[in-house]
């Protein structure tokens, strides 16, 4: 199957965090007929100091975010009944990933998208990551006849130190497919960034004219996406490249034993 932006085909995003669905792939849900959303965290992370400054508790800000997704989707034309939350806080989904594994594998079996749209493993975000992982593993682990083909759509890296967004990582020899939004579209997708309000500082570095996709390629997830300071290192999170492989590393070998 060779899937395209509004295409007829189910398709499922599986996002890390609400307002990720509308800076990579908005012409997918602007266009495709039969499209789910699935938010692996709740876009809230436990440090106050990564909260907007109105915000007073991390369950108040995950309110604000789930409220300001809904907004998001109802432009796109998403209903309620096709959104889905993992309810993960923000920066932590790795250290659930074999839970996460299993509750994502449920859903995939009750959507049964013929494809998965998911972040690349590019070190921007430790939950895109973990999201390309879970979104690998839970593939391999469906019967070979019902494995959804899996796509990637832009999120952000480092550069030489500077962020890179909307390009996915130099590196793999994988073809892309670029979409221009047309005039009613980029409207659209503007209005789906303003209604994500509390990250209106973040979506300033995204742009709303073009989007990418590419089929995922076969990552290898025990090393690290690039040389150098990852993106979120340099953030100050608390974690890091070498404790997300590490947590990797025994999601994946927890998938392995129960293939055995």
């Given amino acids: 199957m060779r899937w395209s932006v509004g295409s007829e085909a189910r398709t499922l995003l599986f996002c890390a965090h609400p307002d990720d669905e509308t800076i990579g792939a908005a012409s997918v849900m602007l266009r495709g007929p039969d499209v789910f959303v699935v938010y692996l965290t709740d876009g809230a992370p436990r440090e106050r100091r990564f909260w907007p400054g109105e915000q007073r508790s991390r369950s108040a800000y995950a309110r604000t975010r789930r409220r300001e997704a809904a907004a998001a989707l109802q432009i796109a034309g998403i209903s309620p009944e096709r959104v889905f939350c993992l309810g993960v806080p923000d920066q932590e989904a790795i250290l659930q990933a074999g839970a996460i594994t299993a509750n994502f594998a449920e859903l995939v079996q009750l959507i049964c998208p013929a494809v998965v749209v998911t972040h690349p493993y590019e070190g921007g975000h430790p939950d895109h990551d973990a999201a390309a992982l879970v979104a690998a593993l839970v593939r391999a682990l469906r019967p ?3 494995r959804p083909e899996l796509m990637e759509m832009t999120s952000y890296h480092a550069d030489q130190g500077e962020l890179r967004t909307g390009e996915f990582l130099p590196g793999h020899s994988v073809r892309e497919q670029v979409v221009q939004l047309t005039r009613s579209e980029v409207e659209q997708k503007t209005k789906m960034f303003a209604a994500h309000e509390s990250q209106r500082e973040v979506l300033r570095d995204f742009g709303v004219r073009e989007e990418r996709f590419r089929r995922a390629p076969r990552y290898v997830f025990s090393n690290a996406p690039h040389s150098g300071q990852l993106w979120y ?12 492989r590490n947590w990797a590393r025994k999601a994946i070998a927890e998938m392995e034993q129960r293939c055995v």
């Fill in 233 to 244: 290192e340099r953030l100050g999170m608390a974690m890091t490249g070498a404790i997300w």
């Fill in 144 to 146: 070979s006849r019902l």
